[in-house]
């Protein structure tokens, strides 16, 4: 009997019935993002050219992936975001998450570091090293990476307004250990769009912002070479409450734009595309998590073939790195949590991903301990050795499911570019509001869908339990803050003064002109200028962004 005649048989006996239990358990079935869900096989699948349509591993579009061996060759870089108190502190995690076989850093670094202020400010009074580590001097960079040789580990810094002089002070602190800059690998976030949009820590208005943006890309496409210069990032569209399609929509809308002002700038796009990179969410919908990453992979191809001309196969590949979903993440029932973030690492490695940090269990409470660290960097290390699922390459390929929903998510992806196009790009649509309040759409839906069962979320609207948390927590010292203010300003005070204002009136002389920033950067940190004077020069000549009274 032919696949046909026999699946109509299936449909005439169980269709019927199958779809009433269907309806008792759930009236309609779809994804997250609200694409409806067939119960089965399409009537005329499967297509017996469907395989050849989708390409190969490696190949344009690179719906398979960018690599033809993929996990084959080398595993993905596992990574533990980490970054708390002082710059001491986190060097030490560093050092041990290095120990128990972690392949490369992710810094994160404290608000006030994030805003563009010393520790010493008034600003950062109480915020000093609570939610990453307090990065301000040239001194503090030194010791966070103290031992770790910078030629042999990939770090990535979530940074994103004073990106450049973070970076200047990573670069600075290479060149101390000796390192050539081309040999430095790793990524700085540098998104700004996705700040006014999701996240909040900008500091300039949009113009100057790109204007820095570009310039770290025209500077690092010849001094570091090995660095991706952008982390385009959905995931904190994606935490303040987006769904899937428009995490892969507004991702690629901020791309477009810093494509377009970079080409504006003068630089030509085979230049600088193959150091820009991605950085996505990963949630708990295991098959629409698949399908999304494939689906930006293909549409960005497209996008960067057909829209910018790109030449190079490197300029068409979107390569990013994913994050278990921190806003999946409970307090209630928190070893819960493991199993939450085993299967979204496993969709991002299903999905192609080329670095994956894992969430720990109790970060829904408090800083993770080094053993909930350790559980988090294992889960990657047994999905990478025991499962077996990175000994063959994209091996959901032809899955119904998985090709229907990477179809659908691009289609719909497409649908709101054309609509941020029309209204003039992504910086337009942020400054309307259209995307942020898109996003607090699909935020409020969801909270009504959990508030009325119909999302059910383990142990908070069902199967709760009472219970007293027992996890070890781990503890900040309150003197943290007042010992990293004294230590920057004993550093301060050991500059030349002369010396320190000569170098920020060169600064605000080249803030004022069109000049390339980042040379100067990294001679100022080198003088012993830090984060905050860098960034008190540059708002005095730039200004800071207000958002519009409605946001």
Known sequence: MS??????????QTYKKATSRFAERKPEFQSPSGIPLPPALAPDDPDPDYMDKLGFPGEYPFTRGVQPTMYRGRFWTMRQYAGFATAEESNARYRYLLQQGQTGLSVA??????????????????????????VASLEDMETLFREIPLDKVSTSMTINAPAAVLLALYIAV?????VETKNLRGTIQNDILKEYIARGTYIFPPAPSMRLITDIFRYCKDAVPNWNTISISGYHIREAGSTAVQEVAFTLANAVAYVQAALDAGLDVDEFAGQLSFFFNAHNNFLEEVAKFRAARRLWARLMKDRFAAKKPASWMLRFHTQTGGSTLTAQQPENNVVRVTLQALAAVLGGTQSLHTNSMDEALWLPTEKSVRVALRTQQIIA???GVADTVDPLAGAYMVEYLTDEIERRAEEYLRKIDEMGGAQAAIEHGYIQGEIQDAAYRYQRAVE???????????????????????KIDPAIEANQVARLKAFKSRRDPATVSECLTRLETAAR???????????????????????????????????????
Do not use: H
């Open 385 to 387: 050795n025991e499962s």
């Open 174 to 178: 290479a060149k101390k250990q000796g």
């Open 3 to 12: 696949f046909a005649a026999e699946l109509n048989r299936w449909k005439e």
């Open 513 to 551: 002109s069109a000049d390339t920033l980042m040379p100067l950067f990294v001679a100022l940190v080198e003088q012993g200028v830090t984060l905050g004077e860098i960034c008190a020069v540059l708002r005095g000549v730039w200004g800071e962004y207000q958002p519009p009274a409605w946001a």
């Open 452 to 474: 009325s069962k119909q999302e059910v979320v383990v142990g908070v609207n069902q199967f709760q339990v009472g219970e007293k948390i027992e996890l070890e927590r781990l």
């Open 109 to 134: 670094f404290d608000l006030p570091t994030q805003i563009g202020y010393d520790s010493d400010d008034a600003m950062a009074l109480g915020e000093v090293g609570k939610v990453g580590v307090a």
